[in-house]
């Protein structure tokens, strides 16, 4: 199980106030790896080429394991709470001895329906945002 360590900010669960730090454990079905590499690469009249080097950006995609009740309505406030930029903690395992901290890189997510069940709060949803260490 992955512990995320996160402040309340928005779409508030009831038990949370704002600015009070929150553990959320959650399951993780992937967790991928992109590197995006800046650089430009212009070329002469003749066809020569000088590649300018600039930065290599790794971005990591987090697909969360279904979820519903509760733990549904936890992952819209971790989601919310994060979505300006604001950083987190993750120990993607559970026990490391140092967590991992990021900031979403995405322009916000979309719940996808895994299980319809019947009502809003029983029905499964499922979700992936992309983040960045910071």
């Not at 512990?3 to 454990?25: C, F, H, P, Q, W």
């Not at 650089?39 to 930065?55: C, M, N, Q, V």
């Not at 949803?125 to 960045?132: D, K, N, P, W």
């Amino acid at each position: 199980m992955t512990t995320i360590i996160y402040t309340a900010k928005r779409e508030l669960t009831g038990l949370n106030a704002v600015d009070t730090s929150v553990i959320m454990e959650a399951a993780i079905s992937d967790w991928s790896m992109t590197r995006t590499v800046i650089k430009d690469a212009p070329r002469a009249k003749g066809g020569a080429r000088e590649t300018l080097y600039h930065r290599a950006d790794e971005t990591h995609t987090i697909t969360f394991a279904p979820v519903n009740y509760f733990a549904k309505q936890q992952m819209r406030e971790f989601l919310a709470s994060t979505e300006s930029g604001e950083s987190f903690l993750i120990y993607l395992y559970g026990n490391e001895s140092t967590p991992i901290q990021v900031v979403r890189e995405d322009e916000g997510n979309s719940e996808s329906m895994f299980m319809n069940i019947g009502a809003s709060d029983k029905d499964y949803m499922q979700t992936s945002i992309t983040v960045m260490e910071s």
